[in-house]
T-cell receptor, first 112, second 112 residues
Framework: SQQGEEDPQALSIQEGENATMNCSYK?????LQWYRQNSGRGLVHLIL?????REKHSGRLRVTLDTSKKSSSLLITASRAADTASYFC????????????FGKGNQVVVIP | DAEITQSPRHKITETGRQVTLACHQT?????MFWYRQDLGHGLRLIHY???????NKGEVSDGYSVSRSNTEDLPLTLESAASSQTSVYFC???????????FGQGTRLTVV
């Protein structure tokens, strides 16, 4: 079974609004990562949160992790048209080797 | 700048043919990975390697093989291409103790 399964939502929002997407996973993890994929491109790492952390910020990104519920959320504040992309969460079971299990992704469209 | 490159970017092949997809990274990362991306499945791990002469099967390894003769390259071979292997293939690398994976631009493979 695949870890890191997002709610399979397609989100369409206006520029300036916040975008929130969720991810759930099934087994214990060392860390959870979020990646962005623009159409036709490779994935780009956004942020990592470790299993002993509850919240992390990076610029306009805020990620939360609830290990008791095995879930995470990614919030993008003040969205821009350039944020239009697919967003994936991925889990790593152990530190260091980065063998990731990806979810199905959330497609976000930001309307200018 | 260091990078990870995949070739070819697009390939059409016939059922039954052997196909090799190339992946080359210049970061000197020990860890390298091959994923396939299909609609409705997200990214699934095919094979991975933690160093020269080390290869491991991922969750969808049947019909695929890899070899690691140096640090920079991890070619992916489809022994006898099948239509079910039509997909977008991504190579990724990460350093030992790495906290993020770096992805190539992807290879779109069509098996007809």
């Amino acid at each position: 079974s695949q870890q890191g399964e997002e709610d399979p939502q397609a989100l369409s929002i206006q520029e300036g609004e916040n975008a929130t997407m969720n991810c759930s996973y099934k087994t214990s993890i060392n860390n959870l990562q979020w990646y962005r994929q623009n159409s036709g491109r490779g994935l780009v790492h956004l942020i990592l949160i470790r299993s002993n952390e509850r919240e992390k910020h990076s610029g306009r990104l805020r990620v939360t992790l609830d290990t008791s519920k095995k879930s995470s959320s990614l919030l993008i504040t003040a969205s821009r048209a350039a944020d239009t992309a697919s967003y994936f969460c991925a889990t790593a079971k152990t530190y260091g080797n980065n063998r990731l299990a990806f979810g199905k992704g959330n497609q976000v469209v930001v309307i200018p | 700048d260091a990078e990870i490159t995949q070739s070819p970017r697009h390939k059409i092949t016939e059922t039954g043919r052997q196909v090799t997809l190339a992946c080359h990274q210049t970061w000197n990362h020990n860890n390298m990975f091959w994923y396939r991306q299909d609609l409705g499945h997200g990214l699934r791990l095919i094979h991975y390697s933690y160093g020269v002469q080390d290869t491991n099967k991922g969750e969808v390894s049947d019909g695929y093989s890899v070899s690691r003769s140096n640090t920079e390259d991890l070619p992916l071979t489809l022994e006898s291409a099948a239509s079910s292997q039509t997909s977008v293939y991504f190579c990724a690398s990460s350093p030992p103790g790495g906290t993020e994976a770096f992805f190539g631009q992807g290879t779109r493979l069509t098996v007809v």
